[in-house]
């Protein structure tokens, strides 16, 4: 069960792997869609927090993708959010 992220293809997003895992770069919005439930240990995320910056600015981002984030989360994983205020 520990590498169920493994066999999906990620060739259209940069990435890094190493054998404790895989890093992907890339739309949370499109790359959660894509994988299996309870099969992600950590989700570290730097979101917009609607500073005025630019057309991706948007603090509301977080809560249009927070179920499928839960669902792909382990029951012991981490959720980690990097914002100023």
């Known amino acids: 069960m520990r590498n169920k992220i493994s ?5 259209d997003h940069e990435y890094f792997k190493t054998e404790l895992g895989i890093l992907v770069l890339g ?4 790359l959660v869609k894509s994988l ?9 995320t730097d979101p917009p927090w609607g500073v ?6 948007d603090p509301d981002v977080f ?5 499928e984030l839960f ?6 994983s981490w959720l ?6």
């Open 27 to 30: 739309d949370a919005r499109e």
């Open 36 to 44: 299996q439930s309870l099969s992600v240990d950590s989700i570290i």
């Open 71 to 76: 669902r792909v989360a382990k029951r012991d």
């Open 63 to 67: 809560f249009d993708i927070e179920e």
């Open 52 to 57: 005025g910056f630019d057309e991706y600015d």
């Open 7 to 11: 066999s999906l293809d990620f060739t």
């Open 80 to 85: 980690v959010f990097f914002y100023t205020s």
